[in-house]
């Protein structure tokens, strides 16, 4: 009774240390962690090793329970979430306390970037959420009277934004689709195939976690959208396994990891805006929004303007761009021939910036407007 009392004290104590908003309707998505869902999912998801946790951690608003084996109370927490994923088809991800007090223990979280990703934690189960990289809020679920889904919904903000990579489910849990040959995401594209034959209208996400025009993209466009069209659904796939595979140390691993980009890029249509990598194959970026619609598709790339030249009266431009407007845009600021490195050529690059990427907004929305 003594150690039920003491658990019930330190979630008191951890719901109120922090400065989360309350439950109330006016709180945006800003303030809250938006979590991805999966279609149909019923169960929760288990990181099963260090980097897995680091990878949802670092780079996902993410819910993840930490549990142990033999405690009861965790026991008890696996139905609910059971019955609060099915319902809602938020992922929430679980991780064993010894895999977490390996990554709380080492250096990484002691200093740098990612210092108290992984704060000490009372008892088991325990919910930790995170948001752009930093750990927001923490709470100890230890009676079953608490309802789950109203411990989670002044943390949670719900967006249709639905993920299609592929996960593998074992024993009544899900696995991510990891590669057995690389350490990161899998390159399965099953949920992804089957999701194009089945739905005649369809707009997918290609999107890299680390990446940060994914992220703007996101932040700009994506969330603002979804928070004032809140019946419209889109789905996105992470490109992880691709992207870390090419950027390989290794030179066999980089010219495979090219290739099977390459190959993903034909098949999806992000190699319809003309880009090619170092060998010459045709390749795409992120993020790339396609609108399937029965036999046809449109497609948006978002923010990767390249190629910065000056024009005959001095002035920076993109000559290679997605949207034609943008290859219009012009610096305020005009620069010396031959001039890529003074502040005031450092000037001219932030004034075309910020120009493309208002340009960019709006014209991504309105992708979004006429294909959601």
């Not at 240390?17 to 169960?43: A, E, G, M, N, W």
Request: glycine share 4%; hydrophobic share 30%.
């Amino acid at each position: 009774m003594k150690n039920k009392i003491k658990s019930l004290l330190l979630s008191l104590f951890m719901l109120t240390s922090f400065s989360l908003p309350s439950c109330s309707k006016s709180v945006s998505y800003k303030d809250r962690v938006i979590t991805r869902k999966v279609q149909d999912i019923d169960s929760y998801v288990v990181l099963r090793d260090e980097n897995e946790l680091i990878d949802i951690s670092r780079y996902d608003d993410a819910v993840i329970v930490v549990t142990s084996e033999g405690c009861s109370y965790c026991q008890a927490l696996y139905q609910e979430l059971k019955t609060y994923i099915k319902e809602t088809e938020n992922v929430i991800y679980t991780v064993d306390s010894l895999i977490y007090n390996t990554c709380k223990k080492a250096e990484y979280n002691l200093s740098g970037t990612y210092a108290g990703l992984y704060p000490t934690i009372g008892g088991t189960p325990t919910f930790l959420f995170y948001k752009e990289g930093k750990i927001v809020n923490t709470f100890v679920k230890t009676t079953v009277e608490e309802d789950l889904f109203s411990v989670l919904e002044p943390y949670i903000y719900d967006m249709n934004l639905y993920q299609i990579n592929d996960f593998i489910k074992d024993d009544d849990v899900y696995y991510q689709d990891i590669s057995e040959e690389y350490d990161h995401l899998g390159f399965g594209t099953s949920a992804l195939d089957s999701k194009i034959l089945s739905d005649e209208k369809l707009t997918v996400l290609y999107t890299y976690r680390r990446c940060p025009d994914c992220l703007s993209y996101k932040d700009e466009v994506l969330y603002p959208y979804l928070n004032e069209n809140k019946d419209k659904k889109i789905y996105f796939y992470e490109c992880d396994g691709y992207y870390l595979l090419k950027r390989s140390e290794d030179s066999d691993d980089k010219n495979l990891g090219l290739k099977k980009w390459s190959d993903f890029c034909v098949k999806y249509h992000l190699s319809d805006y003309p880009v090619t990598d170092i060998n010459g194959n045709q390749a795409g970026y992120v993020p790339t929004t396609v609108a399937f619609n029965k036999t046809s598709y449109k497609i948006d790339v978002f923010a990767n303007d390249g190629l910065i030249a000056r024009d005959q009266d001095g002035y920076l431009y993109y000559s290679r761009a997605f949207h034609s407007k943008v290859k219009e845009l012009r610096s305020t600021t005009k620069v010396e021939e031959g001039d890529t490195t003074s502040k005031t050529y450092q000037k001219a690059m932030k004034e075309l910036a910020q120009k493309a990427l208002e340009v960019e907004r709006e014209l991504s929305l309105s992708f979004l407007r006429e294909n959601l």
